[in-house]
């Protein structure tokens, strides 16, 4: 599929028709046909049309479409050996916040600026997934309740990054997305019965926990 086929395909699953994305990115309309047909000479250059592709794309919601997995691999490349492991792929895109430690406290900084063009897909493409019932859009929505938006769009950016690293290593390689359920699924209940006491104690409550058959 194509670039322009990819962004009107994205279009009509978001129910948009041309004259409303017109309206949201301020591009005429005989620009947006042209694009969806992969005409770009009424663009004006390279420069117009990556930004009318990207204003399109961050309006329908095309996700990792075409448009993103490009903006990725012209970034990191297709050799996944020069990195060796996912963590220094993700080191090097400052997708992984600094722990700073002192004594017996640790604190996180700041993951970085990183490579603008490269942080803006993933940040988009983290966004995307955020409205999705996948792993990395639950993965997303958790963080962002606890830790604010900012850091879940960190946290589900490296999520997408590790992926793209896998599947770039190993051609055989498939993705499998866990799922939204894989976190209720998979932690035990010994931990969920914890996060819920903290929860209310943090609400000022006092909790005393009574087994099921005992309280009956």
């Not at 639950?138 to 950016?157: C, D, N, P, Q, S």
Request: charged share 20%; proline share 4%; aromatic share 4%.
């Amino acid at each position: 599929m194509s670039i322009g086929a990819d962004l009107a395909d994205a279009r009509r699953r978001a129910g948009l028709t041309v004259t409303q994305v017109s309206q949201r990115t301020c591009i005429r309309e005989t620009l947006i046909n042209g694009i969806e047909r992969d005409d770009y000479a009424a663009c004006g250059g390279d420069f117009y049309t990556r930004g009318h592709i990207r204003a399109i794309a961050k309006v329908v919601g095309a996700g990792c479409g075409v448009i993103a997995a490009q903006a990725i691999i012209a970034e990191i490349g297709l050799d996944m050996t020069v990195f060796g492991t996912p963590g220094p792929l993700v080191s090097w895109a400052r997708r992984c916040p600094q722990t700073h430690q002192s004594r017996t406290k640790t604190t996180t900084g700041k993951a970085g600026k990183g490579t603008p063009c490269l942080n803006a897909v993933l940040g988009e493409i983290a966004a995307s997934a955020g409205r999705t019932d996948t792993f990395p859009g639950e993965r997303y929505r958790r963080l962002a309740r606890r830790r604010g938006k900012r850091k879940a769009v960190t946290a589900a950016a490296r999520s997408v990054l590790v992926i793209i690293f896998h599947l770039l290593a190993s051609p055989q390689a498939r993705f499998h997305d866990l799922g939204p359920d894989c976190y209720d699924n998979r932690i035990s209940t010994e931990r969920k019965i914890a996060n819920h006491v903290r929860q209310l104690q943090a609400l000022g409550l006092t909790v005393t926990l009574t087994p099921a058959q005992d309280a009956a």
